[in-house]
């Protein structure tokens, strides 16, 4: 396993530790590790993930749940 995938995976372990219940995500060649983390930790039961392909509709949408999760 390489360090950004190693880094992924133990990021998104810790924030599910931490309570994180939604993840919006816009994919890209940079966020590949991320994306795929937050993906595998999904289907294991774990945060819902949003996908969204443009960042400004992801950004919004994140707003969005975590006025909703404050509330």
Do not use: Q
């Not at 945060?47 to 960042?55: N, Q, T």
């Amino acid at each position: 396993m390489n360090p950004s995938t190693a880094f992924a995976a133990t990021l998104v372990d810790e924030l599910a530790r931490c309570g994180l219940t939604d993840a919006v995500l816009a994919p890209g060649s940079r966020s590949a590790p991320l994306a795929i983390a937050l993906w595998e930790r999904a289907n294991g039961g774990g945060p819902r993930l949003h996908v969204r392909i443009d960042e400004r509709s992801a950004s919004f949408l994140a707003l969005g749940l975590a006025s909703m999760m404050a509330a």
